[in-house]
């Protein structure tokens, strides 16, 4: 499966973004599926998940009550809605097909990754 990623760009401080990730090639919707992000100079690291039918979700502290994943299986497209932006959350976001039809915050859980979509808060 390919993964389009889309949606980032330059935002301030306590603003907010919607990233969208579309599968194509095969069908995703059986599939967990996660935003990751990747900071210069850092780990990649867990963002949220979201499970092959939306029903669970989960998120990283540090985005927890700011970031919200969604997604709609009949247009194999997840999305991340981003409030309250940091200067922190300044990364490279990448979106994943996961191996099981949960999502796991492990990077190894997952198949497919996309090409990462870059998102820059300023303070």
């Known amino acids: 499966v390919q993964l389009q990623a889309s949606g980032g760009g330059l935002v301030q401080a306590g603003g907010s973004l919607r990233l969208s990730c579309a599968a194509s090639g095969r069908t995703a919707s059986n599939n967990g599926m996660a935003w990751f992000r990747q900071a210069p100079g850092k780990e990649r690291e867990f963002v949220s998940g979201?499970?092959?039918?939306?029903?669970?979700?989960s998120y990283s502290n540090s985005v927890k009550g700011r970031f919200t994943i969604s997604r709609d299986r009949v247009k194999n497209t997840i999305y991340l809605q981003m409030n309250s932006l940091k200067p922190d959350d300044t990364a490279v976001y990448y979106c994943a097909v996961a191996r099981s039809a949960v999502a796991s915050s492990v990077n190894n859980a997952y198949t497919s990754w996309g090409q990462g979509t870059e998102v820059t808060v300023s303070s």
């Open positions: 979201i499970s092959w039918n939306g029903g669970i979700t």
